[in-house]
């Protein structure tokens, strides 16, 4: 499964971005899909996934209420709408598709191109 990770840029804190993640392949309803971020020096940070098969969805307490996940499974892709971002929402934001639910970026087995997002204070 290829992952093409879209959307980033430069916003000013509390605006807003859509990130997309289109997937070339189709998803088994198995799968995860998740959006991980990363800042220089730091690991991979689980920011929130959405089961392929159902509306069960999954967020870090930093960002719940203010991101939310969701997907077009017509389309094969999943998107994560970033509400009243901050500052500290900077990073690398990637997606990768999981066989089980977990927030370690470890068990994320195909992983999209990053996505630079930036949010000026």
């Known amino acids: 499964v290829q992952l093409q990770a879209s959307g980033g840029g430069l916003v000013q804190a509390g605006g807003s971005l859509r990130l997309s993640c289109a997937a070339s392949a189709r998803l088994y309803s198995s799968y995860l899909v998740a959006w991980f971020r990363q800042v220089p020096g730091k690991e991979r940070e689980f920011v929130a996934s959405a089961r392929w098969s159902d509306s069960r969805t999954y967020y870090a307490d930093s960002v719940k209420g203010r991101f939310t996940i969701s997907k077009d499974k017509a389309e094969n892709t999943v998107y994560l709408q970033m509400n009243s971002l901050k500052p500290e929402d900077t990073a690398v934001y990637y997606c990768?598709?999981?066989?089980?639910?977990?927030?370690?970026?470890?068990?994320?087995?195909?992983w999209g191109q990053g996505t630079q997002v930036t949010v000026s204070s």
């Open positions: 990768g598709v999981m066989f089980a639910y977990d927030t370690d970026y470890r068990a994320v087995k195909y």
